[in-house]
T-cell receptor, first 114, second 112 residues
Framework: GAVVSQHPSWVICKSGTSVKIECRSLDFQATTMFWYRQFPKQSLMLMATSNEGSKATYEQGVEKDKFLINHASLTLSTLTVTSAHPEDSSFYIC??????????FGPGTRLTVL | GENVEQHPSTLSVQEGDSAVIKCTYSDSASNYFPWYKQELGKRPQLIIDIRSNVGEKKDQRIAVTLNKTAKHFSLHITETQPEDSAVYFCAADGGSNYKLTFGKGTLLTVNP
C-alpha cells in the first residue's frame, strides 16, 4: 500500500521550454501532496504544499509563476517548470499524504535543462 | 520555522557494528519525527518514525529514541550490513500542516 508514482522519471529539455511532471497516488487518496527539489549530495528542500482543489502554498524563495502546481484530484498533482533554465536542473520529488503525518515519496524526476 | 540539524554528515562502520545518527530540532511544537533512507538516485524510503508521545521505538535492527525536553532524536542501527549503506535523513514536522523539514543527511558506509 501507499504507492506514489511519478512521470517522467527523467527528462531533458532545451532552455526556455516548459516541462510538466506528474505525481500520482496509486492506492490511496492524497489530500496533500508536497513537491521537493534535491540537488546532488544535498537534502530535500520543500518547494510547495499542494491541497486538492485549492491553490498551492509555496515556500519562501520559490517562484510560484515559474513552478506551477495543480492538484486537480485526490490522486494527481502536477508540477510545471516554466521557461526552464540550466539552473533548474535538479531531482524533483513529490510526496503524498493521506491526511495523516506520514509522507510517501515518488521515485523522482531528474530534469536536465540544456 | 523549524530547523533540523543532523550529525554526522558521514559515518563509516564495519559490518556488524552499530551506527548512530543524531538530530536536533528547534520547534517545540514538532510532534512527528520520521527517518528516511535514500539510495543513490532513488526515492527516500521511510524506515521508522516516532511521535512525541513515545520515547523509543524499535523495528528489528532499527530503533529511534526521542528526547522532547532536549529536542533531539536519534537513529540506531545494530548489526549493520553492507546493504544498509545509503544516505539517511531525519525530519521533523514543525507541529503543523504535516510539512517536513529535513536534516542535511548522513552518508552511511558499511564496510564488509
Amino acid at each position: 500500500g501507499a504507492v506514489v508514482s511519478q512521470h517522467p522519471s527523467w527528462v531533458i529539455c532545451k532552455s526556455g521550454t516548459s516541462v510538466k511532471i506528474e505525481c500520482r497516488s496509486l492506492d490511496f487518496q492524497a489530500t496533500t501532496m508536497f513537491w521537493y527539489r534535491q540537488f546532488p549530495k544535498q537534502s530535500l528542500m520543500l518547494m510547495a504544499t499542494s491541497n486538492e482543489g485549492s491553490k498551492a502554498t509555496y515556500e519562501q524563495g520559490v517562484e510560484k509563476d515559474k513552478f506551477l502546481i495543480n492538484h486537480a484530484s485526490l490522486t494527481l498533482s502536477t508540477l510545471t517548470v516554466t521557461s526552464a533554465h540550466p539552473e533548474d536542473s535538479s531531482f524533483y520529488i513529490c510526496s503524498a499524504s493521506d491526511g495523516e503525518d506520514t509522507q510517501y515519496f515518488g521515485p523522482g524526476t531528474r530534469l536536465t535543462v540544456l | 520555522g523549524e530547523n533540523v540539524e543532523q550529525h554526522p554528515s558521514t559515518l563509516s562502520v564495519q559490518e556488524g557494528d552499530s551506527a548512530v545518527i543524531k538530530c536536533t530540532y528547534s520547534d517545540s511544537a514538532s510532534n512527528y519525527f520520521p527517518w528516511y533512507k535514500q539510495e543513490l538516485g532513488k526515492r527516500p524510503q521511510l524506515i521508522i518514525d516516532i511521535r512525541s508521545n513515545v520515547g523509543e521505538k524499535k523495528d528489528q535492527r532499527i530503533a529511534v529514541t526521542l528526547n522532547k525536553t532536549a529536542k533531539h532524536f536519534s537513529l540506531h542501527i545494530t548489526e549493520t550490513q553492507p546493504e544498509d549503506s545509503a544516505v539517511y535523513f531525519c525530519a521533523a514536522d514543525g507541529g503543523s500542516n504535516y510539512k517536513l523539514t529535513f536534516g542535511k543527511g548522513t552518508l552511511l558506509t558499511v564496510n564488509p
